[in-house]
Structures are given as structure tokens and as C-alpha cells.
């Protein structure tokens, strides 16, 4: 049986009102409505978006039909077409149509099953922005990386920049059907029940919609895990020797761990220290010989170059750079080298379409204006950024 917020085929209660006997905060009621027609009349900005959002599908539907951003994309118009059949603003209306107004002397209220269908509705509403929120921040996700790899960048900023307008409006309308929730639901107890129960004896409305929908946990529902870059702290991890100084080399921290490991107590374990290690599997390797092992990448390859060809493959790196002719000469050398599929390429760990960008930002330098100097740092900014920064 679904949730009554998931079901699209709930009927409303009967309307019926009943004589209000105890005092009632009816000013707040009353403006909790009147807020929730102001703020749902005014959606034309959302409405217009969506229509452009369909209109995108319906235009590159064959062209991104096996993208997974492209997907989560068709998600946010599918739960935008639900949010346009659910017409909490109609509802709301009728309800604020009943209440009793300032010049009233008698106080009749409607009945509590009435609320709870606004109740219910503003729970359906918040499930859908929920979800909008949830597919836009994910599609987006998607579209960001595949501008910064520099792939369809043109066709991607535009969904990108509309995920982007769709994620904000429906951000805060979430936020705003929180809070009409929690101000609607401490009036429920204070109505009066007419006639059959509207919702079943065993379903309970939630007392905080915020913890009910892990509001504080959004931003990691909305991410993935291989968005989020894990930062070392080096300067916690590093040891420090008697002076102060750090250790220069790996020798001396493992030489501070053997010296920490025989000064432990003559009860525990005696363990073998690292160096000793290392000289028993180098003492093993040497007397059995295993071979030399070949890695599968380099099958089909040619033998190893002459001497020659590997002290000019020596000489092949960035820092050779220094005048436009030399730059040429690099990126001919690294092209050649990416044909031959070479272990010296620099640029192996790129996709084509990276290196075609990298290769346009070097050649599009201004050589004729800029100092050597000036030239090596801009290029070396350029290798950091678009090549360096994706290993």
C-alpha cells in the first residue's frame, strides 16, 4: 500500500467546519496561508525553465541519449512534470476560502481532516523538490566535468547553467515547505475530527519535516564519492628529528621507527624492523632468480630504442621550452610520441580531446610579444593546469 503522500489518486475530505469553543492563534493560521498562495502564485520563473528544459530533451534527445548526466537531466523533467500535476495552490485556496475572517463573531474552523490533506500535499510537494533538488545537483555534476575535460563544453553549458537556475528556485521552495509544514502542524491537535478519519489508524504525520527528509545530510545525498578529493595534511603526517628539521629522506624515517621499535618494552612482541626486511627480500631475490616481469601494456610494442634515441628521449620535457620554435618542436615530438603509443609521452594520461585543448592553448600564445621568460611561464601555467592537474 503506497504512502498517502505517494499516491496521486487521494481524494480530499469532505468539507465541514465545526464551532470553535477554546481560543485559537488564528492570525498565524491565517498568514501561513495567505504566505503559501503568495509564494506558489509568483512560480513563473520555474514554469519557464521547465518548458526550456523540455524543449533541450526534445532537441538533443539522440544526441546525449547514452550520457549518465543526460539521464538524471530527464529525471528533473519528469519530477517537474508531477510538480505541475499536483496543484497544492488550489488546495491551499479552498482550505483559506473556510477560515473565519476579523468581523466574524462566531468561530467556525474547518475540520482537522482538511488540514491534513494540506498537510499531506505539502509533504508530496516537498518529496518532488527533493528529488528536483537531487537529479539537477547530480546532472550538473556530470556536465561541470565534461566541460573542464573540455568535451562538447558548448553543448554542455547551456543544460549546465539551466540545472544550475532549476537547483535554486526549487532549493528554496523546499526550504519554504519546511517551514509552512511545522507551522501547519502544531494547529492539527487544536481541530476537531467530523466524521470517518481521513488517514489510516496506523500513519502518523511527522512532527519535523526537516529531520524527516535528513535536510542536514543534502549536500551528500547530491554528490558522489568520486566528486569529493580527499586532502592529505602532509605537515601532521611528517616527523621531526632533535633539531627540529624535518626528515629529508625516507631512510630517516624508517630509521626513527626502528629506533622507536627496539625502545619498546622487553614484554611485547618483537617485531623485524623495516630495514631488515628490505635487505632479506633483497638477499632473496638475488639468490632465486624469478625473472623479469613484463607488464601487458607494452605487448605489441617495439624492442627497446638505441642509446642514442634514449638520451633524446631523455631531453623531451616542458622545460626545454623556450621560444615558439622550440615549443613547436615539443608538440610535434609529443605528438609523434602519443601515435606511438611511447612510455616517454607526457601526455599518455590524457584524452584526445584534453590534448587537442592543451595543444590550442600552447600554439595560441602571442610568442612575438612575450620575453622568454614571460613565454616559459605562461607555458609552464598552461602544462600545470591542463595536463599536470588531471594525473
Not at 547530491?222 to 631512510?251: P, R, V, Y
Request: glycine share 2%; hydrophobic share 35%; proline share 4%.
Amino acid at each position: 500500500m503506497l504512502d498517502p503522500w505517494n499516491d496521486q489518486s487521494l481524494l480530499p475530505p469532505p468539507i465541514n467546519t465545526f464551532f470553535c469553543k477554546h481560543k485559537l492563534d488564528l492570525k498565524e493560521l491565517t498568514y501561513t496561508t495567505n504566505n503559501i498562495v503568495h509564494i506558489l502564485s509568483r512560480q513563473s520563473p520555474l514554469h519557464k525553465e521547465s518548458a526550456i528544459l523540455s524543449r533541450f530533451l526534445y532537441k538533443f534527445d539522440k544526441k546525449f541519449r547514452n550520457d549518465i548526466g543526460y539521464r538524471n537531466f530527464k529525471k528533473v523533467n519528469t519530477a517537474l512534470k508531477k510538480y505541475l500535476t499536483l496543484n497544492l495552490l488550489k488546495d491551499v485556496e479552498n482550505f483559506s476560502s473556510y477560515l473565519p475572517k476579523e468581523n466574524d463573531n462566531e468561530l467556525y474552523l474547518p475540520t482537522r481532516q482538511m488540514l491534513e490533506y494540506i498537510l499531506i500535499r505539502i509533504v508530496s510537494f516537498s518529496k518532488l523538490m527533493l528529488r528536483i533538488v537531487v537529479c539537477s545537483k547530480q546532472s550538473a555534476i556530470f556536465y561541470l566535468d565534461r566541460i573542464k575535460r573540455g568535451e562538447s563544453h558548448w553543448m554542455c553549458l547551456m543544460p549546465y547553467a539551466l540545472l544550475s537556475r532549476i537547483w535554486s528556485m526549487s532549493l528554496v521552495l523546499l526550504q519554504h515547505s519546511c517551514n509552512w509544514y511545522n507551522q501547519l502542524h502544531q494547529v492539527v491537535d487544536k481541530l476537531e475530527v467530523k466524521g470517518l478519519p481521513f488517514l489510516p489508524l496506523d500513519y502518523k504525520l511527522p512532527d519535523d519535516l526537516e529531520e524527516w527528509l535528513d535536510m542536514k545530510n543534502l549536500n551528500s545525498h547530491c554528490s558522489f564519492n568520486w566528486t569529493c578529493k580527499i586532502k592529505i595534511n602532509i605537515e601532521a603526517i611528517a616527523m621531526e628529528d632533535d633539531s627540529g628539521d624535518l626528515c629529508e629522506s625516507i631512510l630517516d624515517y624508517v630509521s626513527q621507527i626502528n629506533e622507536n621499535t627496539d625502545t619498546a618494552d622487553e614484554h611485547d612482541i618483537k617485531l623485524p624492523s623495516i630495514i631488515e626486511t628490505f635487505h632479506t627480500e633483497d638477499v632473496q631475490l638475488k639468490q632465486s632468480d624469478v625473472g623479469v616481469a613484463v607488464p601487458r601494456n607494452i605487448l605489441g610494442k617495439s624492442a627497446d630504442p638505441p642509446v642514442g634515441n634514449k638520451n633524446k628521449a631523455a631531453i623531451h620535457s616542458i622545460d626545454t621550452v623556450t621560444n615558439f620554435n622550440s615549443l613547436k618542436d615539443f608538440i610535434n615530438k609529443e605528438e609523434v610520441l602519443r601515435n606511438e603509443l611511447n612510455d616517454n609521452a607526457l601526455t599518455s594520461h590524457l584524452s584526445f580531446m584534453q590534448w587537442q585543448a592543451l595543444k590550442t592553448c600552447l600554439l595560441n600564445l602571442d610568442t612575438n610579444k612575450n620575453v622568454p621568460r614571460k613565454l616559459q611561464r605562461k607555458v609552464e601555467r598552461i602544462w600545470q593546469e591542463k595536463c599536470l592537474d588531471y594525473k
